[in-house]
């Protein structure tokens, strides 16, 4: 069974930082692109940033320059490193893996197939 596990999430106040993670188990990911997104209160959920399974990363245009996405293999856990945080960037955060194995990471949600939980973030002004 394919679980995703979130965590790191919490209360930080405007200008800081957290490190989300995404702890996946089931099976190995290596080959697959993980996706962030988020979804704050009455909003959809979108996309804030993606590790190709390449090793490359892509990020929402709203949030460039202030977010680092790398993966441990052996761990099978991605991070989202995330500074300067505003209060709009108050949101449940995800974690998902991509639906197809050795393609990029997409910034539409349908193209994920499997989803974390979420972890809260809040930030305070």
């Known amino acids: 069974q394919v679980q995703l596990v979130e965590s790191g999430g919490g209360l930080v106040q405007a200008g800081g930082s957290l490190r989300l993670s995404c702890a996946a188990s089931?099976?190995?990911?290596?080959?697959?692109?993980m996706g962030w997104f988020r979804q704050a209160p009455g909003k959809a959920r979108e996309f804030v940033g993606g590790f190709n399974w390449r090793g490359s990363s892509t990020f929402a245009d709203s949030m460039k320059g202030r977010l680092t996405i790398s993966r441990d293999n052996p761990k099978n856990t991605v991070y989202l490193q995330m500074n300067s945080l505003k209060p709009e960037g108050t949101a449940v955060y995800y974690c998902?893996?991509?639906?197809?194995?050795?393609?990029?990471?997409?910034?539409?949600?349908?193209?994920?197939?499997?989803w974390g939980q979420g972890t809260q973030v809040t930030v305070s002004s």
């Open positions: 998902a893996v991509l639906n197809l194995a050795y393609a990029p990471a997409r910034r539409d949600e349908v193209a994920y197939e499997y």
């Open positions: 089931g099976r190995a990911f290596s080959e697959y692109s």
